[in-house]
């Protein structure tokens, strides 16, 4: 049991480069979550998907795009990017949205550590 | 939107007793946790309250009163393993959903 993985683990990015964060979770979680996190800062919703073929936007979500593949699955996506996206960033899972009277535990990856030059 | 404020940094010694406090603000509140994270690593969940009152977990105990818009992390019998940074989150309504909002993080040091 894995519990979160992310890949990759680090990159260096041109500005304008693109690239996809991927994210995958094996603990049978319906919701899904990309953060950022910068020195300083608290964790900063990018966006969630509640369930699978949902997504929805959250905090910060300019400049980026995701896909829930499957269950299992969630990609972040930088199309065009900017040093000011220089982050690290986490994916998160839970057992079920934040809907609903019952707190859900989100767990964490390990996240992905970006610079974009 | 949401807001929440936690100080910065809290010092103490192995052994003692902290308390690390978060204020918050935010439009239909649905509860407030805790989350540890230690350098270079994940947040890891600590505890979540959704009523007012004392929650206790081992060591660690989480405190909240809603009509102060106010909570509380408790940490006792410090260990060098608990320097850590500490974050409090809420979930505030947003768009029809309640989506966590996190505080900046308080930066716990213990020394020996």
């Known amino acids: 049991n894995a519990g979160v993985t992310q890949t990759p683990k680090f990159q260096v990015l041109k500005t304008g480069q693109s690239m996809t964060l991927q994210c995958a979770q094996d603990m049978n979680h319906n919701s899904m979550y990309w953060y950022r996190q910068d020195p300083g800062m608290g964790l900063r919703l990018i966006y969630y998907s509640a369930s699978e073929g949902t997504t929805d936007k959250g905090e910060v979500p300019n400049g980026y795009n995701v896909s829930r593949l499957n269950k299992r699955e969630f990609s972040l996506r930088l199309e065009s990017a900017a040093p000011s996206q220089t982050s690290v960033y986490f994916c998160a899972s839970s057992e079920a949205g934040f809907q609903g009277g019952n707190y859900n535990e989100q767990f964490f990856g390990p996240g992905t550590r970006l610079t974009v030059l | 939107g949401q807001s929440l404020e936690q100080p910065s940094e809290v010092t103490a010694v192995e052994g003692a007793i902290v308390q690390i406090n978060c204020t918050y603000q935010t439009s239909g509140f649905y509860g407030l946790s805790w989350y540890q994270q230690h350098d270079g690593g994940a947040p890891t969940f600590l505890s979540y309250?959704?009523?007012?009152g004392l929650e206790e977990t081992g060591r660690f105990s989480s405190f909240l009163s809603r009509s102060d818009s106010y909570g509380y992390l408790l940490l006792q019998e410090l260990q060098m393993k608990d320097s850590a940074s500490y974050f409090c989150a809420v979930r505030g309504l947003s768009g029809g959903s309640y989506i966590p909002t996190f505080g900046r993080g308080t930066s716990l040091i213990v020394h020996p």
């Open positions: 309250n959704a009523l007012d």
